[in-house]
């Protein structure tokens, strides 16, 4: 068996028509996005043939890149009851696939992962995708937001679990909040 990379993160954004997912590996705090997709499954009629396809191609997409750690974006409530547990649905088979493969895993409120890194746990996928570009240093494509999601989901576990410091080497900042901290004279009442 290959040897698992534990400073690689697996994100995950679980839907039932269309799965988002993005692997990054950390260096120190250095992040390199290593791939990131979607799983179509709408072309599928039977929610039960979802659920099989989504633990199939995941297991097939940790034995490839070899991650140690799932990041996967947890349900929220809405108002549709039967789409919500379709969704819970899809997120319980995509915890079993990493963890029958050995992942560690760790969900995240779609609010927490959008504060993680935006620092508005309200901002819009298009402002999520943006800021992923600034903090990778490169364009991300948005056109699947499910998959950028997942990567926000990745990175979010990186921030949370590695002490990182929001100020970036060139005296950058990521989020509004870091600046506001390190200057609070600048706030305004």
């Not at 895993?105 to 819009?124: D, L, M, R, W, Y």
């Not at 056109?143 to 997942?150: I, K, P, S, V």
């Amino acid at each position: 068996m290959k040897r698992v990379k534990h400073d690689r993160i697996l994100g995950l954004d679980p839907g039932t028509n269309i799965l988002g997912y993005a692997i990054i590996d950390r260096y120190d705090q250095e992040l390199r996005l290593i791939q990131m997709g979607v799983l179509n499954l709408s072309k599928l009629d039977n929610h039960q043939d979802k659920l099989k396809e989504i633990f199939l191609q995941l297991q097939e997409i940790i034995e490839t890149y070899l991650p140690g750690i799932m990041a996967i974006e947890a349900p929220f409530y809405g108002k549709n009851v039967q789409s919500m547990l379709k969704l819970g649905r899809a997120q319980g088979v995509a915890m079993a696939a990493g963890m029958t493969m050995g992942l560690a895993i760790q969900e995240f409120s779609p609010k927490k992962i959008k504060q993680s890194v935006t620092g508005n746990g309200n901002a819009s996928k298009e402002q999520v995708a943006a800021m992923l570009s600034h903090i990778l240093k490169r364009p991300i494509q948005n056109e699947a937001l499910d998959a950028t999601d997942a990567l926000a989901a990745a990175i979010c576990y990186h921030q949370q679990n590695s002490g990182n410091q929001l100020q970036e080497s060139n005296g950058s900042y990521r989020d509004w909040s870091a600046y506001i901290k390190d200057n609070p004279h600048k706030k305004r009442s």
